[in-house]
């Protein structure tokens, strides 16, 4: 068995001199890198909760946490323990979610990010948290947030991993039978 071994050259890296940003910014053109602007690259990763979900934080407090599919998005809000779902209110429009308890101001009255079938929507509370389920008019679109607001947009990766998992769920109802557990997507 012969083997032969080739000696690399890593002289020409002997000289690098620092590139200009300009030179930088062309270079990851080139790779194809991503040319983040300074408010993504100061995004804080989105926070995940129970069962993975994604979290809605406001000033260090849990809001809400939420998760979506192809067809719908799901809200989950921890109420105080001494509240009841008789004493809740949640009104769910075409574009616009409103829950509260009865007789006050609502704790959360934002628009959805997209559109909802109303009629297919629906709320209930079970061990303690209430869920809201929004169905989604648009099958397969990838919401940024469940609701809109400032803050509220989960951070980029997060949302690439989410267009991923709605796309290999999309992919497995148009094509039963078929394995696409291994699949990968190019960006």
């Not at 079938?117 to 209930?124: D, I, N, T």
């Amino acid at each position: 068995e012969i083997k032969i071994y080739t000696m690399v050259d890593y002289s020409r890296f002997d000289n690098i001199q620092s590139s200009s940003d300009e030179e930088e910014e062309n270079i990851s053109k080139e790779k194809g890198e991503l040319n983040l602007s300074p408010e993504i690259k100061s995004m804080k990763p989105t926070q995940r909760g129970k069962e993975n979900r994604l979290k809605f934080l406001h000033q260090g407090r849990e809001i809400y946490e939420w998760e979506q599919n192809l067809e719908e998005v799901n809200i989950f809000v921890r109420p105080p323990s001494e509240v009841k779902s008789s004493t809740i209110s949640c009104k769910i429009t075409h574009g616009h979610l409103s829950l509260g308890i009865k007789r006050n101001p609502p704790f959360i009255d934002e628009d959805t990010w997209g559109p909802i079938k109303v009629a297919e929507s629906f709320w209930m509370m079970s061990d303690g948290e209430i869920n809201i389920n929004l169905q989604k008019v648009v099958k397969g679109s990838t919401w940024e947030a469940a609701l809109k607001g400032k803050g509220s947009a989960i951070d980029p990766l997060t949302k690439n991993e989410v267009q991923k998992k709605i796309m290999l769920e999309r992919f497995q109802e148009e094509n039963p039978g078929m394995d696409f557990s291994q699949a990968t997507f190019n960006a």
